[in-house]
């Protein structure tokens, strides 16, 4: 068979996906996907090595004929093998590439050989690589793979342009650089991967090289290693400072922690920041960090591969970019790069089905390497729906003529990004006002948070809708005048649970402004005595709960028939001091008003596995009727509704006692 005889696959997924049932009935020896795939990729990528280094007329050495000798086959495999791995050899060790028995091998050469996999349509080569590679690609170390949507999205964002040089130095399985490759139709020469995994910078090699010209520039090394260590290929190919775009998602996580001198020498992020003992600003002193975690150090690599003025897209977890653990990396970006643009992702975006994927929330930032310019505005979005729920399952609703409707937001936020943007040249003041993207002048920026939710646009509206006719005040207001306490709970450690009565008060104890009559945990007298003082709490204090999940700002009133009790340390307690301006009962319908619910949904932020409020508790804005009668009324009927409920319950619990003739000890009667 000639090179010229070769046609397009008319379908690549069908013909990979029946090699990969093929081997995994028969293969002796190899039935793990991960190990199918690996094999599979090698000998595509054994495949193109012919392609590209046959002539037109000439007969390729990727083909097997019914008849052929089995010793003269083997033989010009081996010498296919072998040119593959002298051309790549940080991706083969010396006879790694091909461990399938002889009929396995034979049987993938017969189904390939007729095709030129450089002449296949690119959408079917996505769509045969997602069927047969998905099922071996895990969510090991930290890597969940960027979902399509969201790669395509990132990529209009970006907007790399033909002659542009674009890296991915943590490429996985190459989407990033699949989608720029075909979205924008530019040179494989242009368009460089780096992965340490040897699979992956296989997968994304074979991807890229079916996708373009045959050749593909994948390396497997470690890109944020010392440059000076890299492979002496990697080193000719990748330069510190010479691209124009950088793309990445990053393997990240709390549990990966990257550490050594050597490593983390390299980079500002790379060492402890601390504020000056006289006060003053986040800065980074002299020692390095004990260990970093890969994301932390892969934003500064990043920003090290691209030219001034270069262009970065980057998926974070949520978790950098607000929570003041991070605030170093946030200080580093504001003082060094222009943000151009920060947009949030659904908790479910990574979730592939009920027990796959990760729960962690994801962030996209585009940024420029040039320092920010006067009156800079970023763009913000917060995109609520990805198109699948936290099982994988499709987003559908029925639209108002009854057709089912996907709900993803997730190609939205580019095209917003673009109008936005070329409205803020047209117009200086225009600016839209809804989650899915909005412009926030830098100067607003709080804290260094870049969480688009936090600065909701409406949340702001409704606030000045309501200042005509109630007194705005913040928590932090009524603590600093003396009218209001604030404090926290105590742990006491599984081994306490059960040992008594006392009540130990969990987050999902509150519901409905009071406790649950039935608590999960009760503990002895004995453990009480040894941490109420650390916890004190009296009748008319209010419980809210500060971290957890859908049940953060959850709040309660507590009442005689509550005590005594421990409350765990994700309560916070609030105790009103003075009054005259805010009651008890009036807190408690005021942290139950929609606006103020939805502060603190705003005010939420992921730690990675739980949310928390934290601090930002103190910037809720209470919206404070400026009537006295109406608040006199507001306060009253909080009141009765809390007593009344309160005695009920009591009652309940009497009748329940009365049936076995029992009583509770250690709690009030």
């Known amino acids: 068979m000639r090179r010229r005889d070769l046609v397009p696959p008319p379908n690549l997924k069908a013909t990979l996906r029946d090699i990969r049932h093929h081997l995994a009935g028969n293969a002796k020896g190899v039935t793990r996907d991960e190990v199918l795939a690996e094999q599979l990729i090698n000998l595509l990528l054994c495949k193109l090595v012919d392609e590209r280094a046959t002539a037109a007329a000439e007969h390729v050495r990727f083909f097997c004929a019914p008849d052929e000798d089995p010793a003269r086959f083997n033989a010009r495999m081996l010498a296919l093998i072998g040119e593959l791995e002298r051309e790549q050899p940080e991706l083969f060790g010396p006879g790694e590439a091909i461990s399938l028995d002889h009929a396995s091998l034979r049987h993938v050469v017969v189904a390939l050989q007729r095709y030129c996999l450089i002449d296949a349509p690119r959408d079917a080569v996505g769509d045969a690589f997602e069927v047969f590679i998905g099922p071996a690609l895990r969510g090991a170390e930290g890597q969940y793979f960027t979902p399509r949507n969201l790669v395509d999205a990132i990529?209009?964002?970006?907007?790399?342009?033909?002659?542009?040089?674009?890296?991915?130095?943590?490429?996985?399985?190459?989407?990033?650089?699949?989608?720029?490759?075909?979205?924008?139709e530019l040179a494989s020469r242009d368009i460089f991967g780096i992965d340490k995994d040897a699979f992956l910078a296989k997968v994304t090699k074979a991807y890229l090289a079916i996708m373009g010209d045959g050749h593909s520039q994948v390396y497997c090394d470690n890109s944020l290693a010392p440059p000076r260590s890299w492979s002496a290929r990697l080193r000719a190919a990748v330069e510190l400072g010479g691209f124009d775009v950088v793309l990445a998602n990053p393997p990240f996580g709390t549990r990966i922690r990257l550490s050594g001198d050597e490593l983390l020498s390299q980079y500002e992020l790379g060492r402890k920041w601390k504020r000056p003992r006289g006060g003053g600003d986040l800065g980074p002193g002299e020692a390095l960090a004990n260990a970093r975690p890969p994301q932390i150090l892969f934003v500064e690599r990043c920003l090290q591969l691209l030219r001034p003025g270069g262009r970065m897209g980057v998926v974070l977890p949520e978790s950098m970019l607000g929570n003041p653990s991070y605030e170093?990396?946030?200080?580093?970006?504001?003082?060094?790069?222009?943000?151009?643009?920060?947009?949030?992702?659904?908790e479910a975006l990574f979730k592939t089905s009920g027990k796959g994927g990760t729960h962690t929330k994801a962030g996209v930032l585009l940024l420029r390497k040039l320092a920010p310019e006067p009156g800079h505005r970023v763009f913000m979005s917060d995109v609520r729906w990805c198109g699948h729920d936290s099982r994988g399952n499709p987003t559908l609703r029925a639209d108002a003529s009854g057709e089912q409707q996907l709900l993803d937001e997730v190609p939205e936020f580019p095209r917003r990004y673009a109008s936005l943007r070329g409205r803020a040249r047209a117009e200086a003041g225009a600016e839209a006002q809804d989650h899915l993207g909005y412009l926030l002048p830098l100067a607003r920026i709080n804290n260094r948070i870049l969480v688009p939710n936090y600065y909701d646009p409406d949340i702001d509206a409704q606030l000045r809708a309501l200042a005509g006719t109630h007194e705005l005040v913040t928590i932090r207001q009524l603590v600093e005048a003396g009218e209001l306490e604030l404090s926290c709970g105590v742990e006491v450690g599984k081994m306490a649970y059960g040992t008594g009565t006392i009540p130990f008060i969990r987050t999902s104890d509150l519901s409905n402004w009071e406790l649950k009559a039935d608590f999960k945990h009760g503990v002895s007298e004995a453990i009480y005595a040894a941490h109420h003082a650390r916890a004190p709490i009296a009748v008319g204090d209010l419980l809210m709960v500060r971290d957890g999940t859908y049940l953060i700002g959850t709040t309660a009133l507590v009442t005689a028939w509550d005590l005594p009790m421990l409350y765990q340390s994700h309560l916070l307690r609030m105790r009103v001091l003075v009054s005259e301006r805010v009651s008890p009962h009036l807190l408690l319908a005021l942290l139950s008003a929609?606006?103020?619910?939805?502060?603190?949904?705003?005010?939420?932020?992921?730690?990675?596995?739980?949310?928390?409020?934290?601090?930002?508790?103190?910037?809720?804005?209470?919206?404070?009727?400026?009537?006295?009668?109406?608040?006199?009324?507001?306060?009253?009927?909080?009141?009765?509704?809390?007593?009344?409920?309160a005695r009920l319950r009591e009652r309940a619990r009497e009748l329940s006692r009365e049936i076995a003739g029992s009583r509770e000890p250690g709690r009030s009667s």
């Open 594 to 645: 929609p606006i103020v619910r939805r502060q603190i949904r705003a005010k939420q932020f992921t730690q990675d596995i739980i949310d928390t409020l934290g601090r930002r508790v103190h910037e809720l804005v209470l919206p404070i009727p400026r009537d006295p009668g109406l608040r006199r009324r507001l306060s009253d009927e909080t009141r009765e509704i809390v007593e009344t409920r």
């Open 155 to 184: 990529i209009e964002l970006v907007d790399p342009q033909l002659g542009e040089r674009i890296i991915d130095p943590a490429c996985g399985s190459g989407g990033f650089l699949v989608s720029a490759l075909t979205r924008r």
């Open 328 to 346: 170093f990396v946030l200080k580093y970006l504001l003082d060094s790069v222009t943000v151009d643009a920060v947009i949030t992702m659904p």
